[in-house]
T-cell receptor, first 115, second 112 residues
Framework: AQSVTQPDIHITVSEGASLELRCNYSYGATPYLFWYVQSPGQGLQLLLKYFSGDTLVQGIKGFEAEFKRSQSSFNLRKPSVHWSDAAEYFCAVGSPSGGYNKLIFGAGTRLAVHP | DSGVTQTPKHLITATGQRVTLRCSPRSGDLSVYWYQQSLDQGLQFLIQYYNGEERAKGNILERFSAQQFPDLHSELNLSSLELGDSALYFC???????????FGNGTRLTVT
């Protein structure tokens, strides 16, 4: 079955510290992979996406993610976290053939940033 | 600002009632998607429309229905509401190809 697992429900980091949010997926085909961020009271904003090619993907707000096929992972990273990064982060997986109606979201990781 | 507009932002209603949620997609986007976000189920795909026609159904209850109008705005109709229908309902739109989904800010529905 297709699924996305975000093992960490809550993560707390200090401002300026590095961040890594984990995402593991189970998908039969070559997946499309996404990271979205949701600030309180807001919709989901796309941070970055992976379709093919270079497995290290750069996104907005200084985020990057690395696709590792052997580990079925697509972890999100940021070298130095800002207080404004506090939000909920969602990993999602889809299929080129299935289209976006087959976009499966993880349960999310809530990030808190300490000053 | 994603360009996707959802109204109303908040809706409080009683069990058994019927409500309509509205979504205006980004200019030029032909596809509209509806998602439900709840604490226990997470983000679940409900239904997709493309240029007025239903394209795909996800975990949408029979009490729920949607439509997309000629001006491309969409409405999600929820009827015979139950307490468990309380959730955030998101609309998203995209144009074509590999373009990503753009989400609205959602409608928070509370059923009392």
């Amino acid at each position: 079955a297709q699924s996305v697992t975000q093992p960490d429900i809550h993560i707390t980091v200090s401002e300026g510290a590095s961040l890594e949010l984990r995402c593991n997926y189970s998908y039969g085909a070559t997946p499309y992979l996404f990271w979205y961020v949701q600030s309180p009271g807001q919709g989901l904003q796309l941070l970055l996406k992976y379709f093919s090619g270079d497995t290290l993907v750069q996104g907005i707000k200084g985020f990057e993610a690395e696709f590792k096929r052997s580990q079925s992972s697509f972890n999100l990273r940021k070298p130095s976290v800002h207080w404004s990064d506090a939000a909920e982060y969602f990993c999602a997986v889809g299929s080129p053939s299935g289209g976006y109606n087959k976009l499966i979201f993880g349960a999310g990781t809530r990030l808190a940033v300490h000053p | 600002d994603s360009g996707v507009t959802q109204t109303p932002k908040h809706l409080i209603t009683a069990t058994g009632q019927r409500v309509t949620l509205r979504c205006s997609p980004r200019s030029g986007d032909l596809s509209v998607y509806w998602y439900q976000q709840s604490l226990d189920q997470g983000l679940q795909f409900l239904i997709q429309y493309y240029n007025g026609e239903e394209r795909a159904k996800g975990n949408i209850l029979e009490r729920f229905s949607a439509q997309q109008f000629p001006d491309l705005h969409s409405e999600l109709n929820l009827s015979s509401l139950e307490l468990g229908d309380s959730a955030l309902y998101f609309c998203a739109s995209r144009d074509s190809g590999n373009s990503p989904l753009h989400f609205g800010n959602g409608t928070r529905l509370t059923v009392t």
